[in-house]
């Protein structure tokens, strides 16, 4: 479904990606881990053409994408939930939930449809829909984010710090709720600095470190590897 090779971006002197090569197939759950500032927030950003990019190749679907503007790709199916969750605070949660579907604002059966349907993914949401998105919990906020995105009607979804800041019986959920919606045959990439929690949850992961794959393999594998232990798992 998506197929990057020699992925590079920059921000003036600062190399952020430094040739990534990364492939996500039709179906997967992969997950994204590494330390603060390895990149990953870059690659996500790279793909989705909201930060200047360079690469050998980037492919959704088989079509280039590299020339492509984030408008474009979010057409082709692909959204974000950025880092930070990045809700509209001053907006209700129901007007939230409808700039997700901007591109679809015509298409009113279909907006309505994708609003049952994340909805019935986060109930919490329709009983808040009258609520200012700014009055939500942090784990709320996240939930309003996922469901802003699955609005675009996606087929693959990038998820940038599923957990960061967020309580464990709140991440536990939010994984639960991806995990189902992988289930019926979502397409995810789940970026996360919690690497255990991403790396139990997930099929296949890759290590990102200073702007290069460091690793990648099976998730239960690297959950293994010692190397992996070490730099990730505290030991
Ligand atoms: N807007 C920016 N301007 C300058 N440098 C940036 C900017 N955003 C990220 N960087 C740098 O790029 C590198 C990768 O950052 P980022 O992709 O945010 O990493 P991660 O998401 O893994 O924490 C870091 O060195 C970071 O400081
Ligand atoms: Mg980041």
């Known amino acids: 479904m998506l197929r990057i090779s020699g992925l590079e971006s920059r921000y003036g002197g600062i190399i952020a990606l430094k040739g990534v090569d990364l492939e996500v197939r039709a179906g997967e759950l992969v997950t994204i881990i590494g330390a603060n500032g390895a990149g990953k927030s870059t690659l996500l950003k790279a793909v989705m053409g909201l930060v200047r990019r360079e690469a050998r190749a980037m492919t959704f679907e088989g079509r280039d994408i590299r020339g492509l503007s984030p408008l474009e790709i979010v057409r082709l199916g692909v959204a974000l939930v950025p880092e930070g969750r990045q809700v509209f605070g001053p907006m209700t949660v ?34 808040r829909s009258r609520q ?104």
């Open 132 to 235: 200012l998105a700014e009055s939500l919990s942090g784990g709320e906020q996240q939930m309003l984010a996922i469901a802003r995105a699955l609005m675009a009607g996606p087929k693959l979804l990038l998820v940038d710090e599923l957990s960061l800041g967020l309580a464990p019986v709140v991440v536990h959920e939010l994984y639960r709720k991806l995990m189902a919606l992988h289930r019926q045959g979502m397409t995810i990439v789940i970026v996360e600095q919690n690497a255990r929690l991403a790396l139990r949850a997930c099929d296949r992961a890759y290590v990102l470190a200073t702007g290069v794959v460091a690793m990648e393999g099976r998730a239960r594998d690297l959950l293994e590897n010692e190397a992996v232990r070490k730099a990730y798992l505290g030991g």
């Open 94 to 127: 129901a007007d939230n939930l409808t700039m997700g579907a901007y591109l679809d604002r015509g298409r009113r059966a279909v907006v309505r449809e994708r609003l049952e349907s994340v909805c019935a993914l986060f109930p919490v949401l329709r009983e």
